[in-house]
Nanobody, 123 residues
Framework: QVQLAESGGGSVQAGDSLTLSCAAT???????MAWFRQAPGKERIFVGG????????NYADSLSGRFEISRDNSKEPLVLQMNNLKPESTAVYYC?????????????????WGKGTQVTATS
């Protein structure tokens, strides 16, 4: 079974950039991959996703233009480039995978989840 593990989280100043990576045990070449995040006391929400062929990346409306999602199945299944981080970006970020063709914002659509990596952006 596919297992996912996020890395790259940390504490940064607001306005800084950070890159998260998601490593996989098992093949994710037929998985649509996505990032979600969850702040303390809040629901886990969709950040962005990308299809297994690398096409059609999409993002939450509030994050489009600041975050960029990509994948390279020969290296890492999923990468999230975060630019201009804001205090409200602070959350645990999760890598997730589903067998569907497109990324969706519903957590229940995703079969595999990593344990998360903490991102903290301080003003």
């Amino acid at each position: 079974q596919v297992q996912l593990a996020e890395s790259g989280g940390g504490s940064v100043q607001a306005g800084d950039s950070l890159t998260l990576s998601c490593a996989a045990t098992g093949s994710t070449v037929r998985y649509t991959m996505a990032w979600f995040r969850q702040a303390p006391g809040k629901e886990r929400i969709f950040v962005g996703g990308i299809s297994w062929d690398g096409n059609g990346p999409n993002y939450a409306d509030s994050l489009s233009g600041r975050f960029e999602i990509s994948r390279d199945n020969s290296k890492e299944p999923l990468v999230l480039q975060m630019n201009n981080l804001k205090p409200e970006s602070t959350a645990v970020y999760y890598c997730a995978g589903r067998t569907g063709r497109t990324s969706t914002p519903q957590t229940d659509d995703y079969r595999c989840w990593g344990k998360g990596t903490q991102v903290t952006a301080t003003s």
